[in-house]
Structures are given as C-alpha cells and as structure tokens.
C-alpha cells in the first residue's frame, strides 16, 4: 500500500502559499498536506497487523501534495514486511485482529527553511479476532511520531518518521537490540527474579478473600482513566519521569491499598498528596522496592501466572533498571493477560503482543 502512495501523490511547491516564508509555521493548506501523508503511513502499518478493513487515512492527498521520497518508500516497505511478519507470528500463537482504525491528530507543525517537521498523536484501535472466544473485544493505543520533511526540486517530500514513544506499538517497527550497560543496584533493596515470557504454566489463582482486595475496582479504573487521566491526580510526561507508575498506583489504591505515610524517599514508603507523593507512588524502581519491602506483592515466575489487578513491569534495555510499570485488566480462559497503562497510552494490550513486539525485554511479574 505504500507503493501507491508514492506513485499516485501528487506534490506541494516548496514556495506555494507561504510555506517556507514563514519561520515556525506552515499555510493550512500544506500543513493538511502533510497530516494526511502521515494519516496514510499510518494507517498503512495498521494495516499489514490486520486480517480485515482498515478505517482511517486509506487514500493518498489529491492533486498537489506532499509525497514520500524515494528512501521513505524503500524504509515503508521494509516496515510492512516486518509487520507482515509480525502478524503471522501472534497468528501461530493464537492471536490475531479483525479490523482496525487509524486516526491522527496533528500536534505542533515548523519549518526551518526548507526542512519542516510536524509532531503528531496516533490513536490506533484494533478488533480481535474470536479464535477462542472470550478474548476482549478491542485493544487501543495513542503512539507520538515526528515526521520530517525536505523541500527538494520545488516540492515537499516525507523522508522520516520518527516514534518519541519509549515502548513500541503493535504496528511500529521492530526496535534495535538495546546495547546493555548495567546499571548499579540500590543497596539493600530486594531485586524482583525476572518472569518468563514461556512456557504457559498452570494457574495460579489469587485468593480475593485473604487479601480483601479489590481487584476488578483496580481494573475497572485503569480502564476507565487509560486515554482520559483522571484530572483528580497529577499527570507526568515521559520528559518528567513519565506516568505509568502514577497510574498504576491511583489504580492500586481504587482496589483498596492504603497509603503507608513517611519521608517521600524512604523505599518502604507509599503515598500521594495534595503538593507531592512518595517516590515509590511514580518511581518505578522504588514502587518495585516498596511493594516488596512491605509484601503487598509476590514475584512470579512466569507472566502468565499474572491474573487481574497484577503487575508487570519492564526493562526495555535489559541494565538491571525497570523502565515501565503496566496493569493486567482482562485475562482470558486461555491465560493470556491483558495490561492497560499510561506513558504509552494502551488498552488490553495482550502478553503475547508485548512479547512477541519486545523480544529483548526483561519482564517482572508481581501478585497484588
């Protein structure tokens, strides 16, 4: 599909309307141009993930628009190759999609010259497809992209696309082997074993009664507050430590965790307030160490073990220090878990994507 955006685009002059006459901004009529190439990249990627109709920018800009270069086409192709791929494996491991929907939202456009870039949110929904019956219904996601663009022979071209997203989307392209560099540990605080990804094991069912929790509250939360924070907390963007674990922690507490007041930075601490919280309610490591410190958790062995209301976390680059904090919302009879979270805004996104996506991650599986 991407082929035949390039061939059927038609371009945008460099100079037409004040394009790159003025600094930090573009005419509505280019910058439109350049939020439907980016709409049909896009949707192009959801579309080699998908079985059925893909919604969304499925048809390229009219007359005089932007177009892909030459080495954007080759590197798209490559991208849906690999997605192809994709598909097929979580297919031979019981998973696949039915439809899908696409839709972007343009966030800050510039131009510099004859270089522009424009900043845009995706949010990309996708069907399951019934292979055993009681998966969910849908999984989302929003992934952030910058897109850059040249004017080269009197017209734009797209020759890059960039994710600002840590943590890979089902439909974004494989990421390179991490370069590991371990970090150094902190102290006496208890490292969680690392979960394998395989085989799947036997159930191991929680007891509700004995911990008088409440964990479809916990689910139910997440659900409710993954795309629209709840405006009752503060929010942290992936440039100030990112809210993953902030989410998870408001979650934790609907199901009935209580505060453990003390000093912010002290491990076996865990609280938030109206000014500030505890390290342990946003870090990711030091909600690791607190929820150990104070055997509110119990590490797993294996993810699939996980049931609703755990926790999974992850360490992208494999150094020893957790990056990310999810929370497993459905699980089906199978025993697939299913994690919703913040930072990377998703929705029932199921183990065997995150595994099969993120084969060089580290994972850390805790019962609540």
Not at 43 to 57: E, F, L, P, W
Not at 123 to 143: H, M, N, S, V, W
Request: hydrophobic share 35%; glycine share 8%; proline share 5%.
């Amino acid at each position: 599909m991407v082929a035949s955006i390039a061939v059927s685009a038609a371009l945008v002059p460099a100079s037409a309307a004040g394009a790159v006459t003025r600094p930090g901004g573009v005419d509505k009529t280019t910058a439109e141009s350049f939020s439907r190439i980016a709409g049909v990249v896009l949707t192009d990627r959801t579309a080699a993930i998908v079985d059925g109709k893909v919604r969304g920018h499925t048809t390229p800009p009219p007359a005089k628009q932007v177009h892909l270069s030459a080495a954007m086409k080759r590197s798209e192709k490559s991208v849906v190759a690999s997605l192809h791929d994709r598909k097929r494996k979580l297919r031979s491991l019981g998973e696949a999609y039915s439809a899908g929907d696409t839709r972007v939202a343009v966030d800050r456009t510039s131009v510099d010259g004859k270089k522009a870039t424009m900043r845009v949110t995706e949010t990309t929904r996708l069907t399951y497809r019934k292979i055993r019956g009681d998966e969910p219904d849908d999984t989302g996601f929003q992934a952030h992209h910058e897109l850059s663009f040249a004017a080269k022979n009197g017209a734009w071209e797209l020759v890059g696309v960039t994710s600002l997203d840590e943590m890979p989307q089902i439909n974004a392209p494989a990421p390179a082997v991490p370069k590991v560099t371990a970090k150094a540990g902190a102290g006496d605080m208890p490292n969680a074993p690392e979960a394998s990804v395989w085989p799947f094991v036997k159930r191991l069912p929680k007891d509700n009664k004995a911990t008088g929790l409440d964990y479809k509250a916990m689910a139910d939360y997440a659900e409710k507050y993954w795309k629209n924070y709840n405006p009752a907390y503060r929010k942290y963007p992936l440039g100030n430590g990112g809210d993953c674990t902030n989410f998870v922690s408001q979650a934790l507490k609907a199901g009935g965790w209580k505060h453990a007041p003390g000093k912010a930075g002290d491990y076996t601490k865990w609280w938030y307030g109206a000014d500030t919280q505890s390290d342990s309610w946003t870090g990711v490591n030091e909600w690791s160490w607190f929820a150990q410190n104070s055997n509110r958790v119990k590490p797993l062995k294996y993810v699939y073990q996980m049931e609703v209301g755990d926790v999974l976390q992850a360490d992208f680059d494999r150094d020893g220090s957790k990056d990310h904090t999810m929370l497993v919302t459905y699980r089906d009879a199978l025993g697939i878990p299913y994690l919703t979270y913040h930072s990377f805004d998703t929705y029932r996104r199921s183990i065997l994507s995150l595994s099969v996506t993120l084969p060089f991650t580290k994972w850390y599986a805790y019962r609540t």
